[in-house]
């Protein structure tokens, strides 16, 4: 994983093709050819799209939808989704098949567990984040057309608010890439829904702190009854 993130830090023109080069060799073939090689994981296939990402290679974006298909799904998390993204950023269509992928993925894990002879196996959904969103709002720039960019950023907006994941540095980009009636038009319901999110957020305090005062008075209570009963 250390080679990779290196390469990712190199400017070689052929860097993303000589790391996959070295992953294909260390993991892959290895993995044909003996059973107790190393397994690549999850930072191992992040780490060869993230080199893809930060390349100006033209095949950057589907070799990075590549990479992300022929992962084993209970590898994938929302980075590998996320740095996917940012190598499409100039592929649009490329980059809206990754998003329609993540927004189909699930995960499975299961679990070892060395008291029981039984495991289970649990299924989690991976949900976009306010990253996901800020890669998207910035990839409408590369769209043709005025009408197609209006159009995507509008519903990556919606879906951005339908997820619960609008964060200022969403609306941030947001502000960066559409026009200045479009962002005016949306920045009330931005408004409206940070309203709501910290009426949420002093709800759910207050309850928490009402739980720790019900809990240190019935602590109270009890130590006094004690004292009464030692008495």
């Not at 070689?12 to 790391?19: F, M, N």
């Not at 799904?73 to 993540?102: E, H, K, W, Y």
């Not at 409408?140 to 509008?154: A, C, D, F, V, Y």
């Not at 739980?211 to 602590?219: A, G, K, L, P, V």
Request: charged letters at 20%; glycine letters at 2%.
């Amino acid at each position: 994983n250390s080679v990779l993130n290196a390469w990712a830090r190199c400017r070689r023109y052929d860097a993303p093709e000589r790391a996959s080069l070295f992953f294909q060799n260390r993991f892959l073939l290895q993995n044909n050819s003996s059973s107790s090689s190393i397994q690549p994981d999850s930072a191992s296939y992040n780490s060869l799209i993230n080199v893809w990402a930060t390349s100006l290679h033209p095949n950057r974006a589907k070799e990075a939808l590549r990479i992300l298909t022929e992962m084993d799904p209970s590898l994938r998390d929302i980075c590998s989704f996320n740095t996917a993204l940012n190598a499409a950023r100039s592929d649009f269509a490329t980059l809206v098949g990754i998003f329609q992928m993540l927004r189909n993925s699930t995960t499975t894990t299961t679990p070892h567990s060395s008291s029981s002879s039984s495991t289970t196996t649990t299924t989690t959904t991976i949900q976009p984040d306010h990253v996901t969103f800020g890669s998207l709002l910035k990839a409408t720039r590369s769209l043709p057309t005025m009408e197609e960019s209006i159009l995507w950023q509008r519903r990556f907006f919606w879906a951005c608010i339908k997820a619960k994941q609008m964060k200022g540095s969403v609306m941030d980009s947001f502000k960066k890439v559409a026009s200045e009636e479009l962002y005016q038009e949306m920045l009330p319901i931005y408004l409206q829904y940070e309203c709501r999110h910290y009426e949420r957020k002093n709800t759910q305090h207050q309850d928490d702190n009402d739980d720790q005062s019900f809990t240190t008075n019935s602590n109270h209570h009890h130590n006094h009854n004690s004292k009464n009963n030692n008495i």
